[in-house]
């Protein structure tokens, strides 16, 4: 075998049989490879390598596992640079291969190679590892270490590169390992009972549920801890949808009206899998923790920001069952919400969303998995949008890229083909990654495509309005005909004015059950 057929080997014993990228001459070894394993892998040429990027982290997102990208050294790697950006910081398990020049340039001064480029440097703050391989036996040995780091502890994105001749060099036919799992350690048993007492001791608990719930599959384990210790559960922004948001004790979003009073009245916060990042304590109803139970797979999470009373490092749904199982024997007072939780969960269960999400979510079938793009739709959809269950939305919550939406739900839908996708974008947004369109025509992807039309970068000038006198500034755009622009690559396409008939709109082109557009003028 080739060094290109072991990489692609090694990925279908990972369960990982969908890639993303652009051949070019310094990967062509991994795409000749390719063509001899077409029946076992499945790629998707993209259009561009950051749209490429995205439909990796799309397709993680959207299945709880790796998603990988190809791209070529230099201008290929770079491109893809800002979907592994967002993959740290939205922690998501992105593994991005890049190819590099032979290896007889190893040394040599990158900046005047061929798409030269020292990407070890450039990948290093961006990732949570970053490798070179040296020689083809080196290949399953460093992929190994690769899927170690994605699949361990709190995910974050690795770039694996591996040079034009090593790719094509004969590796003979080495053994491989079986799939990897995730490893999944428990929190030490000295630090159980002290939680434990903590949560016994607490009348108003609350819980702060985060993106590693979703990573760690704890949404049923979490859920029945918080029906034990009746608590009512919050999530941060990446931690939409960790429990779903029709169980009897969720809250949603930590932001929302029901979320931000609840926070005002907790006497103890368990945070499970959730970092405090900006964009979840900027709010004026945040404050420190009164008291503070973190349990998280990442030890460095554990008070960094705030003192905690107890810190718990391992594995998030083995974790809550530790602590359940530590809990469920004992009769303790837990009535301190008895009063407060049901005006708190009417207001949640009725929240008012925008009129252009009401309608999205009224069409939509309630197992659709939707992707937000950077727009206003998308920062309302963290306290607007109504979460049935885990895996189905995403919003680049912390890194805030916008052109996310389009290029994320391609990666969705093709990591879970039985449900449908809505990706909803802004004009701005859409116009930086529409050329992926193109990718969902050619690969014959069924998603509906949601762009919102009011010509121009709408939450810049709600801050221009707002700080600076009303005085807009660059912020209009002059779009092109969506409609006609679908309509080039065979694209049934529709415009409403409003979101008073978006709704009907958006229901035809899911029973359409192909990729649709449909433009909506606000």
Not at 49 to 58: F, I, P, T
Not at 127 to 154: C, M, N, Y
Not at 159 to 178: C, T
Not at 431 to 439: F, G, H, K, P, V
């Amino acid at each position: 075998m080739t060094g290109g057929e072991i990489v692609l080997r090694f990925l279908a014993e990972q369960d990982v049989r969908v890639g993303f990228g652009i051949p070019g001459a310094l990967n062509a070894h991994l795409y000749d490879a390719l063509h001899a394993l077409r029946g076992d892998f499945r790629h998707i040429l993209v259009r561009h390598e950051l749209g490429g990027g995205w439909m990796a982290d799309g397709f993680a997102r959207a299945r709880n596992e790796v998603g990988v990208a190809f791209t070529v050294p230099g201008p290929g790697a770079t491109h893809a640079a800002s979907a592994v950006a967002g993959a740290y910081t939205d922690c998501s398990r992105l593994l991005l291969l890049s190819s590099q020049s032979e290896s007889q340039f190893r040394g040599a001064f990158r900046r005047d190679l061929f798409h030269g480029l020292d990407q070890q440097r450039l990948f290093a703050p961006i990732t949570k590892w970053s490798a070179a391989v040296r020689s083809v036996d080196q290949i399953p040995e460093v992929l190994a270490e690769a899927f170690h780091h994605l699949r361990r502890g709190r995910p974050g994105p690795v770039q694996v590169e591996i040079p034009a001749d090593v790719l094509g060099a004969d590796g003979g036919r080495p053994a491989l390992p079986g799939y990897l799992p995730a490893p999944r350690p428990a929190p030490s048993e000295a630090s159980l009972p002290a939680a434990a007492a903590a949560l016994r001791s607490a009348r108003r608990p609350l819980i702060l549920a985060g993106d590693g719930v979703l990573h760690s599959g704890a949404t049923e384990a979490l859920g029945k801890l918080a029906t034990l210790i009746r608590a009512p559960v919050v999530t941060t922004v990446q931690g939409k949808g960790a429990l779903p948001e029709d169980h009897p004790w969720s809250l949603g979003d930590s932001n929302s009206a029901a979320g931000s009073e609840a926070y005002g009245h907790h006497d103890l916060l368990l945070a499970v899998g959730a970092r405090f990042v900006q964009v979840d304590t900027r709010w004026p109803w945040f404050f420190p923790p009164r008291r503070l139970v973190h349990l998280d797979a990442d030890a460095r999470e554990i008070g960094r920001e705030y003192p905690v009373e107890v810190g718990l490092v391992g594995d998030p749904r083995v974790g809550l069952e530790r602590l359940r199982a530590a809990l469920e024997p004992e009769a303790v007072d837990r009535t301190g919400w008895d009063t407060l939780f049901p005006a708190l969960k009417a207001r949640s269960d009725a929240r008012e969303a925008i009129p252009l999400l009401a309608a999205l979510q009224g069409a939509l079938p309630p197992e659709a998995l939707v992707s937000f793009d950077v727009c206003v739709p998308g920062f309302r959809s963290r306290m607007d949008w109504f979460a049935r269950e885990p895996y189905g939305y995403f919003y680049p919550g912390v890194y805030v890229g916008m052109g996310f939406g389009l290029p994320v739900g391609i990666g969705a839908k093709l990591a879970r083909p039985d449900r449908p996708v809505c990706v909803v974008a802004g004009d701005g947004g859409f116009q930086m990654t529409m050329a992926e369109l193109a990718t969902a025509a050619q690969h014959d992807v069924p998603l509906v495509v949601v762009v919102v039309n009011d010509a121009g970068l709408t939450l810049i000038r709600r801050v221009q309005d707002r700080d600076f006198a009303g005085r807009r500034c660059e912020v209009d755009l002059v779009n092109p005909d969506f409609i006609a622009l679908a309509g080039a690559y065979g694209i049934p396409a529709e415009r409403v004015e409003g979101s008073q008939d978006l709704g009907p709109a958006v229901s035809r082109a899911v029973e359409r059950n192909r990729l649709s557009l449909v433009e909506v003028r606000i």
